[in-house]
């Protein structure tokens, strides 16, 4: 059973949650016990941020996030954000992604209904200045961000 629980300024999505394996990315890959996110470079313009299964995402999480995107972007990218099983986002974590202005595109992946709400729930924070679209295909989503990226930045003509 699902229930939505809202407190003042965090989302709690309380469900029985199964984390993913180390083989399909969940557990170890997470450099240490207290680290709730994830940020790397797929390239072609795209970084997955990867919230952890079953743990709570705080300001703090989304701090780390901005800090590790900004190292590795500089100008921007588009966005794969899997919010697989994850427990619940703050308020202040979510403002990160809804007023990120360097983010090109957020391609959101999740596989269950609880992932869908938390995906949508922003808590009165404006919508991000970004296409924005929620995916439980991660091919899928991955394909539609490089469709826009190769809107946005046309191949050079060879010669």
Request: aromatic content about 6%.
């Amino acid at each position: 059973m699902t229930t939505l629980v809202q407190s003042e300024g965090e989302l709690h999505l309380h469900a029985e949650v199964s984390t993913a394996s180390d083989a399909d990315g969940g557990g170890a890959w997470f450099s240490s016990d207290h680290e709730n996110v994830r940020v790397e470079d797929t390239g072609e313009g795209v970084l997955r941020i990867t919230l952890r299964p079953g743990r709570r995402i705080t300001a703090e999480d989304g701090a780390l996030v901005r800090e590790r995107y900004l190292a590795l972007t500089g100008t921007g990218a588009a966005v794969l954000l899997q919010v697989i099983g994850v427990e619940s986002v703050s308020r202040d974590a979510v403002r990160f992604f809804s007023e990120a202005a360097t983010i090109t595109a957020f391609a959101i992946l999740g596989s269950t209904p609880v992932d869908r709400v938390i995906a949508h729930g922003r808590h009165g924070l404006p919508a991000p200045q970004c296409p924005t679209r929620y995916f439980s295909d991660e091919p899928e989503a991955l394909g539609w961000l490089r469709e826009l990226r190769a809107e946005r930045v046309p191949e050079l003509p060879k010669g």
